[in-house]
Structures are given as C-alpha cells and as structure tokens.
C-alpha cells in the first residue's frame, strides 16, 4: 500500500508517494516553492499543486488520507494551527481548510514529530520501542514515539523539549521565557556565545573545526554539557530506548562521543546509560517520509 505525504517548510513544499516496504525508492516525489510571503490561500493553493502533480507522477489517485507535516501544531481544542514560524498560518483551520480544497481526510503533525516518526519506523531507530527524535538546527524541538506512534498530548506540544529551561540561563526566547534549551542548544546561539567569547561571527561548523582556539573550545564544552544536562530531563521522565538527533547541530560529532554520555549521566537518576544516542539516516528525506507515515496511524 503507498503512502502519500507533503512536508510544508518555510521555503519549500515537498510532496512524496512512497511504498514503507520501499521506502528508500519513492514512487513519486517533487517540490515547490512555498511562497509564503504571499499569504495563507497562496500556500493552500500550492500544496494542492503538489497533490495534482503527484497523481500525474504516480499514476494513482489522492488516497483517503494525505499526510501534512507543518511547522508548528495544531491546537486539539481548536483544529487551529499555533507555534508556526511561518506566521500566516497561525490562528488558521489549516487542516480543515486542505480538506475542504484536496477532498481527503489529513492528519496533521509537527516537523519534528515527523522527523521522529520517520526515523523511528523507516530509519535509525527502526524496531525501538520508545523513540525520542530531536531538531538540533536553527531552532530545537522533538518528538516522542512509543510502539510505533506519535504521542502527540492533550494540548499538541509533546516533545516540545526546546522550551524546557536549562538552570542558570537568562537569555530570552522568542517565546516569552527565558533560559530555554532552544536558546543554549541552537546554532545560532552557539554562534553568539561564540562571538560574545572571541568577537569573532563564524558559521557553527567552522567553529567545530578550529582546533586548539580556546573561544572553539569553551563553545562545544558548553554544548556537551548544557546538552547532557538537557537530555537527562528526557530520559529521567521517558527512559527511552533511543534518541535520534537531526538538524545542524545534530551532525557534530562530539554528540555521540564518550565525554557527551559522561555529561548526560551526570544528571540522569541510574547509574550506568544504556540508552542508545543515534544520528538519522534519512537525511532530508526524513520530514515528507514521516509526514506520509502518518496516514497509518489514521487506518
């Protein structure tokens, strides 16, 4: 059975029909420009473009059930889409208004939930039981899947571990708070502490490689323990079996070393950590795959 799916992002709309036997040879797989700039209808009406180019690509008609991963979530009580960095569609029926336009049910989740269900169904952490996936990038979030499904809460937030506080942090987020992970743990603000330190305004992965610079090497120190502190909070509440990290940040080697583990225990309430610190292997594949991986959970 094929799953379709549509990974709307900030710049681009991806649309992909996949057999998840297969998943690694899509039958159908495209994009388009997002156009955000253009407003809500205009970003309706280029999802249903993807859709219509899909069938052409696939052969097949839209399924009952299409897949949309989004930025931000959507609000149970309301059906309305909040927490989105692409702000034209907050406060919208997002999901009710694409049913009305495709003329088939969707099922909604966040980027990061997607990310998350795709690598823990299709990808690195295929057959674990609890499954945490994680956004390192230009902003932090996650998702959390047990058995196979998303856990998405009463209020459409769970996994939202970018917006747990890190003791002793004062930088203000874009959300209200203060000392939230996503302002200690993103690219960005690794980059700044980076400048504050050395005066110097350097891509994260320049820093990473400049060896013996004492500013370089206070940044990822305070990356591996900021980080280990942060994940103990996940794993003294869920004790997952493994935790997969995306994004920028993600792709550091340093994440998946012995001395990260080291500062991860040193706030986790046991004694030894078994849980398994993953990279994805679906590269960017990995947000329409999960989006598309959705309509099973809908069957």
Not at 62 to 74: K, L
Not at 169 to 190: I, Q
Not at 252 to 278: G, S, V
């Amino acid at each position: 059975m094929h799953v379709w799916g549509v990974d709307l992002g900030g710049t681009k709309i991806e649309g992909a029909v996949l057999d998840p036997a297969s998943p690694k040879s899509p039958v159908a797989r495209l994009r388009l420009p997002t156009d955000s700039a253009k407003g809500y209808d205009h970003i309706l009406n280029q999802i249903a473009k993807v859709i219509v180019a899909l069938e052409a690509e696939s052969g097949s008609p839209r399924p009952s059930w299409i897949g949309i991963g989004t930025p931000g979530a959507i609000e149970p009580s309301t059906g309305k889409l909040k927490n989105s960095n692409t702000q034209c569609l907050n406060g919208m029926p997002l999901r009710d208004d694409l049913e009305k336009l495709l003329g088939t049910r969707i099922r909604c989740a966040n980027d990061a939930n997607c990310f998350a269900l795709a690598e823990s169904t299709l990808g690195a952490a295929r057959g674990e039981g609890v499954v945490v996936g994680l956004i390192l990038g230009t902003g932090v979030g996650g998702g959390i899947v047990i058995g196979g499904h998303l856990i998405h809460g009463i209020h459409g937030i769970a996994g939202e571990w970018g917006h747990n506080p890190i003791r002793e942090e004062e930088t203000p987020c874009y959300c209200g708070r203060k000392g939230c992970v996503e302002t200690v743990l993103a690219g960005p603000s690794l980059e700044r502490f980076f400048h504050h330190e050395s005066g110097r305004s350097l891509p994260l992965k320049e820093i990473a490689k400049l060896e013996g610079d004492p500013h370089a090497t206070a940044t990822l120190q305070r990356l591996q323990q900021k980080f280990g502190e942060a994940l103990a909070v996940l794993i003294n509440i869920l004790d997952p079996d493994a935790i997969v990290i995306g994004g920028g940040v993600g792709n550091l080697p340093l994440l998946y070393d012995e001395q990260t583990r080291k500062e991860i225990l040193k706030h986790t309430f046991n004694a030894e950590l078994k849980t398994k610190i993953l990279k994805p292997i679906l590269g960017d594949s990995a947000g329409v795959f999960g989006a598309a991986m959705l309509t099973l959970e809908s069957h």
